[in-house]
C-alpha cells in the first residue's frame, strides 16, 4: 500500500531519495485521510535550511491546522507550486503530484534510520 | 454519554465519520466534506439533523408565547407557514436562531440548535410559568427524526417518492405528507443556499426514510459540508457568529425583527436602533492566500478593528471566505484590511452577503 522505494516517519512524512543529494518530502495516504480536504499549504521558500524534525510548513484541512516536520537536514532545492495553488493534490495523490519540497544537501546515510514502507505499515497498524 | 440519533447505526454502515457535536456523536464526513458540498450545490445531498431541538408548543396562548420570545411576527402566520427567527434575550441578545413551523390553529414547532437546547427550553418555561400558564411544552427531540434533503436534484426525486408534494410546498411552506409511503411532516427548507426539504419523520421509521433518499442518488452529507454550505450562503451559525452578547442589528438580521409588537426584547430593541451600531457582521474574501478562521484578529492600518466569526475555503466560490464583526464604517463592499492569520497578516476585502445565491427559475 506504501511505495516501497521510499523511507516514512512516525509523523506521517515520506522521503524518496533521489540523485544528486536530492530529496522529495511529503506526508502519507494515512496522514491525508486523518486531515481530511486540504485548503492550504504554507511551504518553506526556495534556499531554506532545514535540520531533521524541524518544522517544514503547516498544512491546513477544512478543519483544521497542522505541522509538517522534515525528516532530514537539508536546503529547500524546490517548492512544489502545483501544490500551492492545488492543495487537493495531497489528497488525490499523496505520494505522486502531493510532493511538496524537494531538498538538496540530503544524507542518505540519514535516511537509512528513518521506517522502510513495511516499518511504517507495521507502525501503523498499532495506531490502530 | 453523547447522544445517538435513530440514524447512528446508518452513519457507521456509511463509514461515517463520528464526532462529538454538542452532546450528540454526529457525522463530520462521509467521502469528504468539499466533495459533499459539491454534491449539494449540483445534485443532492443528504443531511441527519436529528440533533437539533424540537419543542412543541400547543394551546391558546402557544402563539403569544412564541411571540413574546421571538422577533418574529407570530400571529401572522398562517398554518404550514414556517418562519426563520430569533430567540432574544431581555437584554436584546440572541439566545438562539430558529425555525417556527404552525403546524395547526393552536400548534407551533419551534425547531432550534442543539447546543442551546436546554437554554431555550429554560426560557420558555420560564415564560410560560410566568405569563402564558395555558402552553403545553413539549419536547420530542428524540421522539421525532429530521433529515434535511438539499440540492437542486431534490426537486426530482421528491416527485418519484412524493408526487406532487414539492409543488404545493412553496419555500417556507411545509406539510404532513407521505414520502416513499412514510409519514413526515415536511417543510420546503434548509440550511445550505439550495432548493431543498427537510422532513420529519417518527424516530423509528427514519432509518427507511433515510434509504430511500440515499436511493435516489443523493450523497450522505456531515456536518462538515453543512458548515461550508451555510457560510456559502451567508447564513449565521449561533454561537459563532451571533451569541447573546450580540444584538439582531449588529449581525445585519434587521429584516427577521418586528418591531411593531411588544416582546421580551422589544424595549431594548427599540433603544438599540435609536443609538448607533458600533459594530457590525461583515462578510469578506481574502485577497491573497490564507484560510480565516474563528477568533483571528481582524486588522487595519496595524489596529485590530475586529475578529474573524467563521471563515474557510469555499469550493463553490474557489476562494477564501469569512465572516466578522468589524466598525461599521469598514462594511461597505470593497474595504479593504487583513486577517491576522497567527501572526501573518494576510489581506481581505469586505464583500457582500450572501457569498453564494443559487440561480432562481
Not at chain 2, 408548543?57 to 398554518?79: Q, S
Not at chain 2, 474574501?285 to 475578529?307: A, C, F, L, N, S
Amino acid at each position: 500500500m506504501h511505495p516501497v522505494d521510499r523511507r516514512y516517519t512516525k509523523e506521517h512524512e515520506w522521503v524518496l531519495l533521489e540523485r544528486n543529494g536530492r530529496a522529495l518530502v511529503g506526508i502519507t495516504a494515512y496522514a491525508q485521510e486523518q486531515l481530511g480536504d486540504v485548503v492550504f499549504l504554507d511551504l518553506p521558500k526556495k534556499g531554506t535550511r532545514l535540520e531533521q524534525t524541524q518544522k517544514l510548513g503547516e498544512i491546513e484541512s477544512v478543519k483544521a491546522v497542522s505541522d509538517i516536520y522534515t525528516p532530514l537536514n537539508g536546503v529547500v532545492f524546490q517548492v512544489n507550486q502545483e501544490l500551492v495553488e492545488h492543495p487537493e493534490l495531497v489528497n488525490e495523490d499523496p505520494y505522486g503530484k502531493g510532493w511538496m519540497v524537494r531538498l538538496s544537501s540530503v544524507d542518505a546515510a540519514e535516511l537509512e534510520k528513518l521506517l522502510t514502507a513495511e516499518q511504517y505499515e507495521q507502525f501503523l497498524s498499532q495506531l490502530q | 454519554m453523547l447522544n445517538r440519533t435513530p440514524l447512528y447505526e446508518a452513519h457507521v454502515s456509511l463509514h461515517g465519520r463520528m464526532v462529538p457535536f454538542a452532546g450528540w456523536e454526529m457525522p463530520l464526513q462521509f467521502h469528504g466534506i468539499l466533495a459533499e458540498a459539491r454534491a449539494v450545490r449540483t445534485s443532492s445531498g443528504l443531511f441527519d439533523v436529528s440533533h437539533m431541538g424540537r419543542i412543541w408548543l400547543t394551546g391558546p396562548e402557544a402563539a403569544a408565547l412564541l411571540d413574546w420570545v421571538t422577533t418574529a411576527n407570530v400571529p401572522a402566520l398562517a398554518v404550514n407557514v414556517a418562519r426563520y427567527t430569533l430567540i432574544c434575550t431581555d437584554e436584546g441578545g440572541i439566545l438562539d436562531d430558529g425555525i417556527i413551523y404552525r403546524l395547526g390553529q393552536d400548534e407551533y414547532l419551534l425547531i432550534c440548535n442543539a447546543a442551546n437546547r436546554d437554554s431555550v427550553w429554560r426560557w420558555l418555561v420560564q415564560w410560560r410559568d410566568e405569563r402564558f400558564t395555558k402552553v403545553k411544552l413539549v419536547d420530542r427531540t428524540t421522539e421525532v427524526a429530521m433529515i434535511a434533503f438539499q440540492g437542486p436534484g431534490t426537486l426530482q426525486a421528491m416527485e418519484r417518492l412524493a408526487p406532487g408534494l414539492a409543488e404545493r410546498l412553496r419555500p417556507f411552506r411545509s406539510a404532513q405528507a407521505q414520502v416513499a409511503g412514510i409519514s413526515a411532516h415536511v417543510g420546503r427548507t434548509g440550511y445550505t443556499g439550495e432548493d431543498g426539504f427537510e422532513m420529519m419523520p417518527a424516530a423509528g421509521d427514519a432509518p427507511a426514510l433515510w434509504r430511500h433518499l440515499l436511493e435516489t442518488g443523493a450523497v450522505p452529507c456531515g456536518l462538515g459540508s453543512r458548515d461550508v454550505l451555510r457560510l456559502e450562503a451567508g447564513l449565521l451559525l449561533h454561537g459563532s457568529d451571533m451569541d447573546k452578547h450580540t444584538n439582531p442589528f449588529e449581525a445585519g438580521l434587521d429584516r427577521f425583527v418586528f418591531m411593531d409588537k411588544e416582546s421580551v426584547c422589544s424595549g431594548t430593541l427599540r433603544q438599540v436602533i435609536q443609538r448607533e451600531v458600533h459594530r457590525k457582521l461583515t462578510g469578506f474574501q481574502m485577497v491573497e492566500r490564507g484560510v480565516p478562521r474563528h477568533g483571528y484578529p481582524i486588522v487595519r492600518d496595524g489596529t485590530t478593528v475586529g475578529h474573524v466569526t467563521s471563515g474557510g475555503y469555499s469550493p463553490t466560490l474557489d476562494s477564501y471566505i469569512g465572516l466578522g464583526y468589524v466598525s461599521s464604517e469598514l462594511t461597505p463592499p470593497g474595504t479593504s484590511f487583513a486577517v491576522d492569520i497567527r501572526g501573518k497578516m494576510v489581506k481581505a476585502k469586505a464583500v457582500a452577503l450572501p457569498f453564494y445565491s443559487r440561480r432562481r427559475n
